[in-house]
């Protein structure tokens, strides 16, 4: 059964980088999107970034374009999310998840995913 790990998590100063990495254990990503949501405490979970599975297509919530950057390498089998000038406000679990619609373009919406990882944290410190 394919299990997603995330990994690439941690504590960074208010201004830092990130990479997240999100690899399918036991199988691949196959023809499918994949995002990346966070969740923050008390707060619900919302969507961070998606591509498709060519990795030509991808989409962002609104306010993190132009410092977060989602990509993939097929021949890897891994989808990372490059975080750029990080903000106590991107504090949260990140969870990556593979798209239940093979091919298909890009979506934001968490009920279009089947396949979720545990999670990795986040935290910016101010």
């Known amino acids: 059964q394919v299990q997603l790990v995330e990994s690439g998590g941690g504590l960074v100063e208010a201004g830092g980088s990130l990479r997240l990495t999100c690899v399918p254990r036991?199988?691949?990503?196959?023809?499918?999107?994949v995002g990346w949501f966070r969740q923050a405490p008390g707060k619900e979970r919302e969507p961070v970034a998606a591509?498709?599975?060519?990795?030509?297509?991808?989409d962002y919530l609104d306010s993190l374009k132009g410092r977060f950057i989602i990509s993939r390498d097929n021949s890897d089998n891994t989808v990372y999310l490059q975080m750029g000038n990080l903000k106590p406000e991107d504090t949260a679990v990140y969870y990556c998840?593979?798209?239940?619609?093979?091919?298909?373009?890009?979506?934001?919406?968490?009920?279009?995913?089947?396949?979720w990882g545990q999670g990795t944290q986040v935290t910016v410190s101010s």
């Open positions: 591509i498709s599975y060519s990795g030509l297509t991808t």
């Open positions: 036991g199988g691949s990503f196959g023809r499918h999107g």
């Open positions: 998840a593979r798209r239940r619609e093979a091919i298909g373009g890009v979506t934001l919406q968490s009920g279009q995913y089947e396949l």
